[in-house]
């Protein structure tokens, strides 16, 4: 069974910046596509930015220049640097990968963006 553990998340100013990490139990270029997704209170989950199996990136516009996804196969480890956080980046993140149709889900981790 494939697990996903995200590391990182917690508070920070406007402004600030946290980076987020996802390990996975397996090679993560097992993998079709590996990302982020976050879903805020009352909100449906909403895609961050995804990584192909052949480095092939995607962010949601309200993300670009201030995201970056990264991937290092050794640590079967995706990271989120997130920069220039603001308040409506507050919410639960995701770590999602899949195979095919399989798709896998970590447990999220909150991150809130307040003064």
């Known amino acids: 069974q494939v697990q996903l553990v995200e590391i990182g998340g917690g508070s920070v100013q406007p402004g600030g910046s946290l980076r987020l990490s996802c390990v996975a139990s397996?090679?993560?270029?097992?993998?079709?596509?590996m990302g982020w997704y976050r879903q805020a209170p009352g909100k449906e989950r909403e895609l961050v930015a995804t990584?192909?199996?052949?480095?092939?990136?995607n962010y949601a516009d309200s993300v670009k220049g201030r995201f970056t996804i990264s991937r290092d196969g050794a640590r079967k480890t995706i990271y989120l640097q997130m920069n220039s956080l603001k308040p409506e980046d507050t919410a639960v993140y995701y770590c999602?990968?899949?195979?095919?149709?399989?798709?896998?889900w970590g447990q999220g981790t909150q991150v809130t963006v307040s003064a």
């Open positions: 999602r990968s899949n195979i095919l149709s399989r798709e896998y």
């Open positions: 397996e090679n993560i270029f097992n993998f079709n596509t």
């Open positions: 990584i192909n199996v052949g480095g092939k990136i």
